[in-house]
Each structure stands twice: as C-alpha cells, then as structure tokens.
C-alpha cells in the first residue's frame, strides 16, 4: 500500500482498487459484482464461476492485513439484488464470516437496489464519515468532498508499441472515483468525458504499484 491523500485526510492505497484510512480503521472499497459469472450464465454467457469467491478472497486478506474494523463498499456490491442468494456455500461462508466481524457498510448502487438478502451488514443510500460523502455515482453538484465508484476507471496506455490497462482512481480537488475491486468487472477509460465530467478539472488517474502512487494528468 502506498500513501493517497485526499480532503485533508491521509490514506493507503491497494494496487487492487482498495482504500485504507488508519485514522477510522476502515477499508473503503468499490463494485464488487459479486455473481456477475452466475447472472450471466443465466442469459447463456457461461464465464468461469469464481469471481465472487476471488473478490472475496482477496477482501479477507485485505481485512487480515489491516485489521480493519470497518468497511464501506460503494456500492454495486452484488450483480444484482438476487446475487446474495446465488452466492455458493464457500463464497457465502466468506461473506457472512467479513460482515459478522466488521462494521460493514452497503452504500447502494445501480445494480444493486432492494437487495433481497444482503448477508449482514447495514443498507445505506450514502453516508458520511469525517467530512467525506461516500456514495455510489459522483455528484457534480455537490462541493463537498466525495468518495464514490460506478465508473470502473482505467487508464490506458501504449508502452512500447503495446497497450496497457491499469485500474486507477480518478482524482480532481473534492472527487475521488474508485476502480472496480470484483475479479470479473471491466473499465471504462480514465479520460472518459462521463468521468471528466462528474470529477472537473484538474484530474489525474492515480495508479498505486509497489513502492510509489503514480500520477497521469487527465484531459478535460
């Protein structure tokens, strides 16, 4: 994890698309898509099965390494409201052992409204911790600083002669956009004028690697 500041606050940031805020103890995540593999095969489009117990997986060893207390997911957590129901027994077991543990916080998304079974934790439409509105899609009306996802965004680029897609948060002055956290989400392009948009200008994409935060001006 590599240090993000926004709104005056201080954070680590997870190659992963996740956020750690010491200060309140808590992970800060987005669009999980959990059973995004199951609602497709529904439709006929058979995708390998595992996405929920990846994401999952890779939450829990988050949890393990922080000792997180608390946890936001900014919405579109499951696919859709019936994703919790599909959950296979492991991946079920997984989430069920994360929201007995945590104070776990289910800011709603677009895909994922009346939720039919949620596996613990607490529904809210947004919330606010230390000044800061967490919500699922960015309100360019609102001045106050904001987290939030919906967008997916990744930055692409050409390296020698190929082209790379990293996940990154799209950041302006009192906007923080999330990458998608589940195993099985796509992106929508950091310059996106939806994106740009919602954020203003000045904005950069911001790519966490290893040892440093990486910072790519955005085009308005």
Known sequence: MVP?????????????????????????VADLHLEKASWYARLGQFLPPYDSQATLAALTELVDRTGAEKLYCLGDSFHDKFGCERLPDTARAMLLALTGRLDWTWILGNHDPGFADHCGGTLMEEAIVAGIVLRHEADPTDARPEMSGHYHPKLRLQLRGKQVSRRCFVASGAKLIFPAFGALTGGLDANHREIMKKVGSPAAALIPVKDRLLRFPLAA
């Open 4 to 28: 993000l500041s926004f709104a005056g606050h201080e954070f680590l940031a997870d190659p992963q698309g996740a956020l750690w805020w010491p200060d309140q103890r808590a992970l800060l």
